[in-house]
């Protein structure tokens, strides 16, 4: 069902899809309601190197989800979750300052969506969430709830400290390990930095338990002495803190049953910095699910009894899926035939001016690299910026000796006299997303980066850009 009202709304136009199923949980040891529904996994799509067949390009994986009974932004605190009862804590719920005190950026770019003021979206909850920093793309999740209100309360102080007291036993080993010569006077400790926090905030126990930072806790904080509420910094900046919350009375149990008690929707949000791919996402979900229908399903079914699922903006729809059939193919140019002793070639010509390079990595996070004419300057080049720029090459070995050729760029004028740095490097190792190498003789992975002494850098990768093998004599 999810994945027909998926199917309905979103044409996937230049991704690949791999999306699967989902049950939760999927570990015995995991404290969390029974949910199920939809992955959808959308790889940005190119072609292979003879041009003939799509592939997946690397790292580009944009993960959407309808689930049922899912609070996908939960980060669990593993000390205090016990069969039962699951803790956790996420950002506090507060949209002006989503990702305030972790990145600036992010937090201008997802108040710059206007998310509240959707006709159907903004009459639901709307959670933004991932990583701190600029390291990683801002996620959102829209939760259909009845009353608009998830089961889940937000523990207070005192409550919180109770269940860390209560956890002593289970993590005395992890506790004792820290000072292992004197481990006998581990819980001791642990018990009077506790009761130190009960008597400085003996005032406020019932007050909302709130965390400055997404780590969540463990016995080490408690042991070390932390304090654990200190948010007073955050507090007077008005940045988002976050919350420790459990589920309500009995919703573990009620969520094994049929009905869902809620309905999570979730997606990379994205706008003209972004691959086409993950724009054409993130307006499907903006302009043609139908929140209030999946609300209706499962919460006023007798709204939509014996009615079929249907997208808002057909005609819209329609218009825009019809704008790509004139469109003419584009290729990029390191897909088309090379002579024998030309290894990888790309002049960029088959890109579109403020896109980002066909045929290459480039992270979804920070400044993008994208395509450009230079003012004074002929051809398609590429704009680097914050972040590294790799070509989606399969790795082929390369001969012991071999030229490559390249243009570089600078910006004719420099506010200041810092200049800046271009950095290439060659790689003899395959590198992987979890930061693990594997070494692989004769291969070779290229990557393109300013090298940032200061703001003033060189920009800009001339048109032509190859490796070429020596001709025979």
Known sequence: MFAEWLQKSYIPIGALDYSYAIAEPNKKEEVQPYGSGLCAAMWNAMWDNSGKQVVKVPHTESRNYILTNTIIDAEPIAMLSIPGRAVFTRRSPDIEKAFMGSSEKKNAFVKNLKLKDHPQMGKYIIQYYGCDGDGCAPMVAVYLAPDNKLPIRQLTRGELLNMIEQ?????????????????????????????????????????????????????????????????????????????????????????????????????????????????????????????????????????????????????????????????????????????????????????????????????????????????GEEGKWVKLEQRPLMPNDKGKPLPENFKMEFDVLTDKDFATNTGGAFRLRIHNKILRTEAITRMRPSKYLLIWMPCRAMQNLPKTLRAMFALKQPTPV
């Not at 910095?273 to 079914?301: C, G, K, Q, T, V």
């Open 167 to 375: 956890a002593i036993p289970k993590e005395k080993a992890r506790v004792e390990r820290i000072i292992p010569n004197e481990k006998h006077l581990a819980e001791a400790r642990v018990k009077t930095n506790l009761e130190n926090l009960r008597k400085k905030y003996k005032n406020s126990l019932n007050s909302p338990a709130e965390l400055k930072n997404s780590d969540g806790i463990d016995m080490t904080d408690i042991f070390n002495g932390d304090d654990i509420f200190d948010t007073e910094l955050q507090q007077r900046l008005k940045e988002n803190t976050y919350g420790v919350y459990t589920y309500e009375e009995g919703v573990l149990e009620k969520s094994k049953q049929d009905k869902p008690l809620w309905i999570c929707i979730s997606w990379t949000p994205a706008d003209m910095h972004h691959l086409p791919y993950l724009r054409e996402i993130h307006r499907s979900f903006m302009e043609h699910f139908n929140f209030d229908y999946a609300y209706d399903y499962f919460f006023r079914p007798e709204l939509v009894k014996n009615k079929p699922y249907t997208i808002l903006n057909e005609a819209i729809q329609k218009t825009h899926l019809a704008s790509y059939k004139n469109r003419k193919e584009e290729k990029p140019a390191a897909a088309k035939n090379l002579p024998a002793n030309v290894y990888f070639f790309d002049d960029f010509s088959g890109n579109t001016i403020g896109e980002k390079p066909k045929g290459w990595y480039v992270p979804s996070v920070g400044v993008p690299s994208i395509i450009t004419t230079p003012n």
